[in-house]
Structure formats: structure tokens, C-alpha cells
């Protein structure tokens, strides 16, 4: 079946614009994830959304980073006046139960958005 | 100190060589530890899952994890240029926390 899809692939902006980053889950799952990765990085944590739970936000750098999911599917990732050092590729993942839960805890990752501040 | 660190390579062997991949945690709260491999420009998927001590094989590969030195390791056994590709230790104990990953090429 289809996989977790990301939109745009790449995305290049101006210091100072704002980005919308969209994440189509697998259906079903009630378990969304953002990560950031930047080069030479691992993935680091942004937000996780648990079904119609209040999203653990406690991986966001800053207040410029906003995250929503509609309906609990898609989810829009949005980074007010973005500075260089947002430069990063934005990874969604979902799960159909959050990692620890259960057995059935696996995350499927997108293939990313690759984001360049200049 | 990292929670968790992982020695980013890049490591390159010759088609057919066992590789060792490692990384040593300091939170001992983790309890689930994960190996995803990610290719270039695509995202991590998930290879292999273990719950506790010892080892687990799935095919050529085998994760072992040893929480008394707080170290995991993964073994890929008869590499393939197949294998190429970015690896990434994760590790929950309430919070997911990746390492940094190891760039790994096989040479045919």
C-alpha cells in the first residue's frame, strides 16, 4: 500500500520567508512524528502527534517552529521567518501505535523534505 | 555528553566482510533498541528491533545488545554492495533519541 508521503521534495527560500512542509501518513495511523536531519546529524526529535492527544512539542528549537494535523492525518510543519541554520531535510514519520506501546510500534519514515535557507 | 553516540565513519570493506556496527548510551531508562538503515536521499527504515539483552538475528543480520556496558551492536554478515548505506542506532526509554548514524560502503 501506499507509504508516508512528503510534499515539496525540495524546498529553497530567503532567510526571513516562511515554509509550510506537508506529511501524508499512512492511513490508519494514529502515531505522527516530525524529525529534523541535519548533515552529518542524526534525527533529531520535533513533535509527535497521538491521535486526538494535546502533540508533544518538546523537541521544537524555537517559536518559529509550528506544527498541525488536520483531522488526524495529514500534518503541516511551519517554520516562521527561517534563518540559515534551518537548512535540514524534514523527515514525517507514522506508527500505528506510539514506539513502547506495542509490538506493532514500527515507523515508517517519508522520504523527506530537503529544505535550504539561503 | 550525547545520550547516545555513534562513530559516523565513514567505514568502507570489500564485498563479502562481516561488519560491526556500535554505539554506547549513558541514559540506562532506554529500554527498546532499534538499527534503521537509510539510503541515500530516501528516509530510515526500520531493519531491526530488540527488547532486551542478547542477541537477535534476522538473516545476515544480527543486533546485540548489552545494557550492563550500555552498548548495542549490529552485525552484518557476507556484506553486499547492497548494503551501502547510512546506519542509525535509536533507542527509547521515553523518548526516541537516534545516533548520529555510520556511512557504510561495500566495496564489490
Known amino acids: 500500500g501506499a507509504g508516508v508521503s512528503q510534499s515539496p521534495s525540495n524546498k529553497v527560500t530567503e532567510k526571513g520567508k516562511d515554509v509550510e512542509l506537508r506529511c501524508d501518513p499512512i492511513s490508519g495511523h494514529t502515531a505522527l512524528y516530525w524529525y529534523r536531519q541535519s548533515l552529518g546529524q542524526g534525527l533529531e526529535f520535533l513533535i509527535y502527534f497521538q491521535g486526538n492527544s494535546a502533540p508533544d512539542k518538546s523537541g521544537l528549537p524555537s517559536d518559529r517552529f509550528s506544527a498541525e494535523r488536520t483531522g488526524g492525518s495529514v500534518s503541516t510543519l511551519t517554520i516562521q521567518r527561517t534563518q540559515q541554520e534551518d537548512s535540514a531535510v524534514y523527515l514525517c514519520?507514522?506508527?500505528?501505535?506510539?514506539?513502547?506501546?506495542?509490538?506493532?510500534?514500527?515507523?515508517?519514515f517519508g522520504p523527506g523534505t530537503r529544505l535550504t535557507v539561503l | 555528553q550525547k545520550e547516545v553516540e555513534q562513530d559516523p565513519g565513514p567505514l568502507s570493506v570489500p564485498e563479502g566482510a562481516i561488519v560491526s556496527l556500535n554505539c554506547t548510551y549513558s541514559n540506562s531508562a532506554f529500554q527498546y533498541f532499534m538499527w534503521y538503515r537509510q539510503y541515500s536521499r530516501k528516509g530510515p527504515e526500520l531493519l531491526m528491533y530488540?527488547?532486551?539483552?542478547g542477541n537477535k538475528e534476522d538473516g545476515r543480520f544480527t543486533a546485540q545488545v548489552d545494557k550492563s556496558s550500555k552498548y548495542i551492536s549490529l552485525f552484518i554478515r557476507d556484506s553486499q554492495p547492497s548494503d551501502s548505506a547510512t546506519y542509525l542506532c535509536a533507542m527509547y526509554g521515553g523518548k526516541l533519541i537516534f545516533g548520529q548514524g555510520t556511512e557504510l560502503s561495500v566495496k564489490p
Open positions: 514519520a507514522s506508527s500505528l501505535y506510539h514506539v513502547g506501546t506495542s509490538s506493532d510500534d514500527t515507523q515508517y
Open positions: 530488540t527488547y532486551s539483552s
